[in-house]
């Protein structure tokens, strides 16, 4: 683990906490994050390559475990507090559901809809007045392809979730807003890589989603910019979806 300290321009510390940081989309927002702020990433397991200069801690956003670990390693540095949550951490189960397994689609409503639920509960009480908040959903939400029922109705539920803490943390000026991924090949969507080429034939900007796309979006959203934008859904995926 390693610490160290980031400024913004006025030149305040400002924390940032993001789960899922270990891989994937989350991996790209830690290595940018970075450069602007004091990044703690709570993950199941820690990177197998870690990033210089931020602060990795292990532990499951289902259970207390996660949140008992951030606020572990946030303490042992002496902060009360953090300017941002992000919140990426997920799980991607498709199948046709009527013969899907139980523990299946169970699995992927507790990671991703109750996981959101437990981890938000435990670490937003730290966000200052003022702060952010950025879930992730998927565009899946809005698509609703055949087999991916279960992982649709989990992230449905994030978006729905989102707005109403928008409207409890209002009066705080805490922004909560949300970023819907288009497919984007990680190790966490393997499966669907057969599908690649028709989703992108379906896209306004016909080429393969990468990581990085989805960096200046949560950036936006965390921004002193983005101070009266909350309870939003912004969907990053080349146009595909276009409302």
């Known amino acids: 683990m390693t610490d160290t300290a980031s400024t913004n321009p006025a030149g305040t510390q400002r924390d940032l906490v993001i789960s899922g940081g270990s891989a994937g989309i989350g991996e790209a927002l830690v290595k940018d994050f970075r450069n602007d702020w004091t990044v703690t990433s709570v993950s199941r397991s820690l990177p ?140 966490l969507a393997e499966d669907l890589a057969p599908g690649e080429d028709a989703n992108i034939a379906t896209r306004a900007i016909r080429r393969p989603a990468v990581v990085e796309d989805f960096v200046g979006p949560t950036k936006f959203f965390l921004s002193d910019g983005a101070g009266f934008v909350t309870g939003q859904t912004l969907v990053v995926d080349g146009g595909s979806i276009r409302r």
């Not at 699995?107 to 879930?135: E, M, Y």
């Not at 803490?165 to 949300?178: M, Q, S, Y």
Request: with cysteine.
């Open 48 to 187: 197998k390559s870690p990033v210089d200069g931020v602060n990795y801690v292990a532990g499951d956003v289902f259970d207390d475990t996660a949140v008992n670990a951030v606020r572990e390693s946030l303490d042992a540095r002496g902060v009360g507090s953090i300017h941002s949550l992000v919140h990426c951490a997920g799980v991607a189960d498709f199948g046709e559901f009527l013969t899907m397994d139980r523990s299946k689609w169970e699995r992927t409503l507790n990671l991703n809809l109750h996981g959101t639920l437990s981890f938000v509960q435990g670490v937003a009480p730290l966000v200052q007045d003022g702060g952010r908040i950025v879930l992730y959903s998927s565009g899946t939400v809005f698509k609703t392809p055949a087999g991916a029922a279960a992982y649709a109705a989990s992230k449905a539920g994030i978006i729905g979730f989102g707005q109403t803490l928008a409207a409890e943390l209002g009066a705080r000026d805490i922004t909560v807003n949300i970023v819907a991924p288009g497919l984007v090949i990680t190790a």
